[in-house]
C-alpha cells in the first residue's frame, strides 16, 4: 500500500493490480459517474492532455478542479454535482489535483482500478474472482505530495473487504489503515480531515456526505486503453 501518488515505482506496477483510491472526490466521483450513465472517464494528467482528450471526444462533458476549485470553463468535479451535467451514453474528460494524475500515472500496473467507500465491496468482490493469486496494490492519491486522512480510511475499509472476499495478506501499512476505519463515523471523519475541512469551507458538505457512504453501489470502474469504463460484472 502507498500513501501517496508521488510514491509509485513504475517498475513495480508490473503484474500488479492497482486500486487508486482518492475519497474527496476524484474516484468518488468516477464511480458515481459511470453509475450515473456515463459510458467512460478519461483521467487527464494535465491541462494540455484533458484540451486534447477533450477534442478527439465531440460533446464529452470536461470537468476540472484545482485545489477544491473548479476550473474556468469546466464543470464542476464533485460527485453530486457532476452527475447532474452527466447525459446518459456520453463521456467524461476529467481533470484533478491528486486522482486522476495518480490514475493516469499507473498505466503499466496488469490492472487497474478505481476505489471509493462507496464501490469497496463490489470492487473487493470483483478483484478476487477476476485476479485470484495476483498482489495487489493500494495507492492512496494523497494530496500534493502529503498523506490524506480520507484516503487512509478508504483504503482500510477496501482492504478488509478484500480479506473478506479472498486470501489476502495485508502490509503493515494496510493493517494500519484498517485500524484506523474501524468503528468509525466516515462522514465525520472525513470532514475533520484537512482536505474534508477545506471542502467544507468551500460549501461542500452533501458531497462529502455523499463521498461518505460506505458499500451504495456496485459500480467497478477499470482503465482499459487509458479511459475508465465500468467492468463486466
Not at 52 to 58: E, I, K, L, N
Not at 92 to 118: E, F, P
Amino acid at each position: 500500500m502507498l500513501v501517496r501518488r508521488e510514491d509509485i515505482d513504475p517498475v513495480r506496477l508490473a503484474g500488479r493490480v492497482v486500486v487508486v483510491i482518492d475519497v474527496l472526490f476524484a474516484t468518488s466521483t468516477i464511480v458515481h459517474a459511470l453509475g450515473a450513465g456515463a459510458t467512460a472517464v478519461y483521467p487527464a494528467r494535465d491541462g494540455d492532455d484533458a484540451r486534447a482528450a477533450a477534442t478527439g471526444r465531440p460533446g464529452a462533458v470536461v470537468a476540472g478542479e484545482y485545489m477544491a476549485r473548479t476550473l474556468p470553463g469546466h464543470a464542476p468535479a464533485t460527485p453530486l454535482a457532476l452527475a447532474l451535467q452527466l447525459v446518459a451514453g456520453g463521456e467524461l474528460v476529467y481533470l484533478t489535483t491528486n486522482g486522476t494524475r495518480a490514475i493516469a500515472a499507473c498505466a503499466g500496473a496488469a490492472a487497474v482500478y478505481v476505489g471509493a467507500l462507496g464501490n469497496a465491496g463490489a470492487l473487493a468482490r470483483h478483484v478476487a474472482t477476476r485476479h485470484p493469486g495476483q498482489p495487489v496494490l493500494l495507492l492512496c492519491a494523497g494530496s500534493l505530495g502529503r498523506f490524506s486522512l480520507e484516503d487512509f480510511i478508504g483504503a482500510g475499509h477496501l482492504a478488509r473487504a478484500l480479506r473478506a472476499a479472498g486470501d489476502y495478506a495485508p502490509s503493515d501499512a494496510a493493517l494500519a489503515a484498517e485500524f484506523a476505519s474501524l468503528g468509525i463515523d466516515a462522514d465525520q471523519a472525513l470532514s475533520a480531515s484537512r482536505v474534508g475541512r477545506m471542502l467544507s469551507g468551500a460549501g461542500l458538505d452533501a458531497e462529502i456526505a455523499h463521498a461518505a457512504r460506505c458499500d451504495i453501489c456496485d459500480v467497478v470502474p477499470v482503465l482499459r486503453d487509458g479511459v475508465l469504463v465500468r467492468a463486466a460484472a
